[in-house]
């Protein structure tokens, strides 16, 4: 049967994320001694005490339906986090509770894009957002940041590219994956303003917003003066409290938007899990506990930071910076295919990593030198995983160079 004429032509050649892609690339070292730094997936427990409150939602038969756009006592208890931590005034409904940051993204763009719009990203960025668009048929215009310039969003390029050029939105992610990089608050002003000047949306996906490691707290975009009316917010609750599998997050936004995502999100889901959505309420309305969850978190990936960015700065093939946020690294090595690199290193060495190319476009050939490395394995594994990549790294450019 030819099952080809029943595909969506639009979607059928769109490739899965490179980061899942690497599971698939083949090694002779069995599976249960490999070394994963390719999922940013925290390896820590889920808090007790969000156990228990999963528990008891059972007990206490929150398995129905919520609210489509979640249920009101969690909305609310949203917004008062959102105040808490970072002063943004918030009321429920302009909170939709969605299943995971991966629906709020894909429920955003769904709501604003039509066929033709153009989106702004600035590449390395996370590689869902690429088909997101492209299912909407919508164009991306590339920005391309470096490490020279701690991957900062080059507001000259955008400037030129809004002289010329209609865009929808801008989509940013700070701190950054891969570069674990925070977008400065200089740049922050600059974008509000050129929003407004040039009338597009902002959405700015802060979902590792609370796993930041510089001595300011963090400033979400919506802060800037000018900004909430034209800014969407993605967060979630997978990275900052180790809940990936509980699949909840929320986006933050003026309610003529709301409204309108709301529909897709009720259409992709209906509504979030409504144990998961009774967990995070517990989680939410015991600050001491949460914040206490956080700072553990916080300091545990601090010091595999510290630790992993001095491996490799023994590595004179390497530049790197270290993370302001999130809990990845993304190193660079001038002149190899880090493409290459990562396929021989995982066959060899059983250690999986992802090429930069995977985070970027292929016009943008310069970042098929970096290569992401995840510090969310436990401090031995990493040491053993980077060990083994200095000295893959040193034997494949002697190889290369032959």
Not at 335 to 358: E, S
Not at 382 to 401: D, H, P, V, Y
Request: charged share 20%; hydrophobic share 40%; glycine share 4%.
């Amino acid at each position: 049967m030819d099952y080809e004429k029943y595909l969506n032509s639009n979607v059928k050649n769109i490739p899965i994320s490179g980061i899942r892609l690497v599971n698939n690339w083949p090694s002779k070292i069995p599976q249960s001694s490999q070394i994963k730094l390719n999922i940013g997936q925290p390896d820590l427990d889920t808090p007790e005490f969000i156990k228990e409150a999963t528990i008891e939602a059972l007990r206490f038969n929150q398995t129905r339906y919520t609210d489509s756009m979640g249920s009101l006592q969690v909305r609310e208890a949203i917004c008062e986090f959102l105040k808490r931590k970072q002063n943004l005034l918030y009321s429920p409904d302009e909170i939709l509770v969605t299943a995971g940051g991966q629906s709020a993204i894909f429920a955003s763009l769904k709501a604003i894009l039509s066929p033709g719009d153009n989106v702004v990203i600035p590449f390395p960025s996370y590689p869902p957002y690429i088909n997101a668009i492209k299912y909407n048929k919508a164009k991306i215009i590339p920005l391309k940041t470096v490490l020279a310039d701690n991957f900062d969003i080059p507001l000259k390029q955008l400037k030129e590219i809004l002289e010329y050029t209609q865009i929808k939105a801008l989509l940013i992610i700070s701190p950054g994956n891969p570069t674990g990089v925070l977008t400065s608050h200089k740049t922050q002003l600059e974008l509000v303003k050129l929003a407004s000047e040039f009338d597009f949306l902002l959405i700015s996906d802060e979902i590792y917003n609370q796993i930041v490691y510089t001595a300011k707290s963090y400033q979400s975009l919506s802060q800037v003066n000018e900004a909430r009316e034209r800014t969407i917010i993605i967060q979630s609750f997978s990275k900052m409290l180790s809940m990936c599998g509980f699949r909840i997050g929320f986006i933050a936004a003026p309610k003529p938007l709301i409204d309108q995502i709301k529909v897709i999100h009720h259409t992709m889901n209906i509504c979030a899990s409504s144990i998961a959505q009774y967990a995070v309420y517990k989680t939410l309305t015991d600050p001491q506990k949460m914040d206490e969850a956080i700072t553990m978190t916080c300091q545990t990936y601090r010091e595999r930071k510290s630790q992993c960015v001095s491996y490799l700065e023994e590595n004179p093939h390497i530049e790197v910076r270290e993370p302001q946020g999130a809990f990845y690294l993304f190193p660079r090595v001038p002149n190899i295919n880090m493409t290459d690199f990562a396929k021989w290193f995982k066959y060899q060495y059983g250690v999986l990593t992802v090429p930069g190319a995977y985070f970027s476009i292929p016009e943008f050939s310069e970042h098929n030198e970096y290569i992401r490395l995840c510090f969310t394995e436990k401090i031995e594994l990493l040491r053993t995983g980077l060990q083994r990549f200095n000295e893959a790294l040193g034997i494949f450019i002697r190889k290369e160079s032959r």
